[in-house]
């Protein structure tokens, strides 16, 4: 199905299946470390810097709007502790942005 939505959801963690891992070790990964100098908020601005400006990590993600996807909702699993938290991470970056692609294609 078209996707029309995007979720975020836990990576590797039991009962939680159908995402695609946005984690580490590929061109969706955040390549942004936190630690000295950067905070976690700082490795999300980072990202969606880099986001905006690669045509290539862009590419990647446009990629999963041609995906079939169960109910039309792409799933992004991401292992990092901020979806456990709730709070924004690189997955927030890549959801905003595909989301920005389902209203432009309409
Ligand atoms: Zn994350």
Redesign the pocket.
């Known amino acids: 199905m078209t996707p029309t939505r995007v979720e975020?959801v836990p990576a590797r963690r039991r009962g939680v299946t159908g995402y695609v891992n946005?984690g580490r070790g590929w061109r969706l990964g955040?390549p942004f470390v936190v630690g000295d100098p950067l905070n976690a908020a700082d490795c999300v601005t980072a990202y969606r810097l880099m986001l905006s400006l690669s045509p290539d990590v862009q590419a990647e993600a446009r990629k999963l709007l041609d995906r079939e996807w169960p109910d039309g909702v792409i799933r992004l699993g991401?292992?990092?502790n901020?979806?456990e938290k709730g709070q924004p991470?690189?997955?927030?970056v890549i959801k905003e942005y595909l989301e920005a692609e389902i209203a432009r294609r309409g």
């Open positions: 975020i946005v955040n991401c292992p990092c901020g979806v991470c690189h997955a927030t």
